[in-house]
T-cell receptor
């Protein structure tokens, strides 16, 4: 079982719609969770961090964490063409280091 | 403020050669981590350094080594390059090693082994 799984294939959404991305993780001791956005040919850019169960909103982005079910999700409201990118879910298991385990990413394409 | 800077941005090497990649973290950050990202996959953890000490090592062969300097900059060295080492190498900077610590990536070094 992979540490972090993002199983959805490419996601196409119309401009203005909501994009929903999901991520599951295998290790229950995981404590911190992050979403990174990566444009093609570029490096990952941190867009959200979440540490407690529930929702966290930042602008058009909402991260949701459910530790009991071991999943994290990201909602992008009012999707824009500039949101077209790969979104990487990352989990930090803590224990004195901040080694991040990443999923393989989900590609989002926003159609004007 | 300058972000995380990596050099060089692109590099082409021949199989069997050695390569050194460099990273300068964000000012005030004491932790540097290295990741390898191959096409179509998420980044894979290679090393983490904090205050010049190795704090974590991923599942990579001994051909990979790293160090951190007193100014918190870091080098990643790869010996005896293989074609499979072709990847984007990412350096991540963070203030420390606490649990809820955000990591910020540099622009990466694209290594091509031919």
């Amino acid at each position: 079982q992979k540490e972090v799984e993002q199983n959805s294939g490419p996601l196409s959404v119309p401009e203005g719609a909501i994009a929903s991305l999901n991520c599951t993780y295998s290790d229950r001791v995981s404590q911190s969770f992050f979403w990174y956005r990566q444009y093609s040919g570029k490096s990952p850019e941190l867009i959200m961090s979440i540490y407690s169960n529930g929702d966290k909103e930042d602008g058009r982005f909402t991260a949701q964490l459910n530790k009991a079910s071991q999943y994290v999700s990201l909602l992008i409201r009012d999707s824009q063409p500039s949101d077209s990118a790969t979104y990487l879910c990352a989990v930090n298991k803590g224990a004195g280091n901040n080694r991040l385990a990443f999923g393989k990413g989900n590609q989002v394409v926003v159609i004007p | 403020d300058a972000g995380v800077t990596q050099s060089p941005t692109h590099l082409i090497k021949t199989r069997g050669q050695h390569v050194t990649l460099r990273c300068s973290p964000i000012s005030g950050h004491k932790s540097v981590s290295w990741y390898q990202q191959v096409l179509g996959q998420g980044p894979q953890f290679i090393f983490q350094y904090y205050e010049k000490e190795e704090r974590g090592r991923g599942n990579f062969p001994d051909r990979f080594s790293a160090r951190q300097f007193p100014n918190y900059s870091s080098e990643l060295n790869v010996n005896a390059l293989l074609l499979g080492d072709s990847a984007l190498y990412l350096c991540a900077s963070s203030p420390g090693t606490g649990m809820n610590t955000e990591a910020f990536f540099g622009q990466g070094t694209r290594l091509t082994v031919v």
